[in-house]
């Protein structure tokens, strides 16, 4: 039954030729071991580029880049890592959309980045606790035990400091208007 199933979507029934082109691509080593020496070479190569650390000599930014890049891959943890954590990220980027559209929506326009920070940090710091707890880097227990109390504490700071920044400032109602109540004033 299984290797019916694994049959149907290696010949292009549940994936189709993406599917099996990805897959190739898996096997051969593209995600675990080509993307992230790729994005490490990248980010350190333009970290030493930015620093002018060797003057204008890119030759030197370059091996020091690559081999960085081959070091981070000597064990499994990048991979890893990058398995666990892009996914995420994806999901995270739909919900910070998400929230985009709604704030504009139904959210006054001075009020709407601070929101949208707010939810950016939420969703930043859910990825990495769940990343790490996936990883094994932190024992789930403290944050099963304890993620009330945090997100209780973390909304009463929040509340707090968005009355310290809405108090003392006098209002301007065509400031602070979202775009659904200018066309349902209109």
Do not use: C, H
């Amino acid at each position: 039954m299984i290797s019916r199933g694994v049959l149907m979507v290696w010949y292009g029934v549940g994936g189709g030729a993406i599917g099996g082109l990805v897959s190739q691509w898996e096997q051969a080593g593209v995600f675990s071991y080509f993307l992230p020496f790729l994005l490490i070479f990248a980010l350190v190569f333009g970290v030493l580029s930015q620093m002018k650390l060797f003057k204008e000599n890119r030759a030197i930014s370059g091996v020091i880049a690559l081999a960085v890049g081959l070091m981070a891959l000597q064990f499994d943890l990048v991979p890893q890592f990058f398995s666990v954590i892009f996914p995420r990220l994806g999901v995270g980027l739909a919900i910070l959309l998400v929230a985009l559209i709604l704030l504009g929506m139904f959210v006054p326009s001075k009020a709407g980045p601070w929101i949208l920070f707010a939810v950016g940090a939420v969703v930043f710091i859910s990825i990495l606790v769940q990343s790490a707890g996936n990883l094994g880097w932190s024992s789930a227990y403290w944050w099963t035990d304890n993620w009330v109390n945090f997100i209780s504490m973390a909304a009463i700071l929040a509340l707090v400091i968005i009355i310290i920044a809405s108090s003392g400032r006098p209002k301007d109602p065509e400031a602070n208007d979202s775009i659904l109540s200018k066309l349902i004033r209109s």
